[in-house]
């Protein structure tokens, strides 16, 4: 079992910046894939990217690819999506998630955080 608890977001202008956190509990984190989505208002949730395991090795979707950062410290349980040059285009509540399959592979993912509301005013 791996719980997730998500942290940051909020309201921000556009150009700025905002940085989540997602922090797992258990001893098994550095064996998970782990996955950011994101959910707009009366749209379906869709993958943002994803790391690896070992942290080596990330994947983005195009509309967030040189914006956005996916890193990982296993030392402390703990994932980052790091957002940068934001637009109202990006507000959405943004989820992390955790996988031991395919790491853009949006079926797979077993265990999710609670979600996190990013804002981004024009």
């Known amino acids: 079992q791996l719980q997730l608890v998500q942290s940051g977001g909020g309201l921000v202008q556009a150009g700025g910046s905002l940085r989540l956190s997602c922090a797992a509990s258990?001893?098994?984190?550095?064996?998970?894939?782990m996955g950011w989505f994101r959910q707009a208002p009366g749209k379906e949730r869709d993958i943002v990217g994803a790391?690896?395991?070992?942290?080596?090795?990330?994947y983005y979707v195009p509309s967030v690819k040189v914006r956005f950062t996916i890193s990982r410290n296993n030392d402390k349980n703990t994932v980052y999506l790091q957002m940068n040059s934001l637009n109202p285009e990006d507000t959405a509540v943004y989820y992390c998630?955790?996988?031991?399959?395919?790491?853009?592979?949006?079926?797979?993912?077993?265990?999710w955080g609670q979600g996190t509301q990013v804002t981004v005013s024009s």
């Open positions: 790391i690896t395991n070992s942290g080596t090795t990330t």
């Open positions: 258990g001893r098994t984190f550095s064996t998970y894939h």
């Open positions: 998630a955790a996988t031991t399959g395919q790491p853009m592979g949006v079926q797979g993912y077993d265990y």
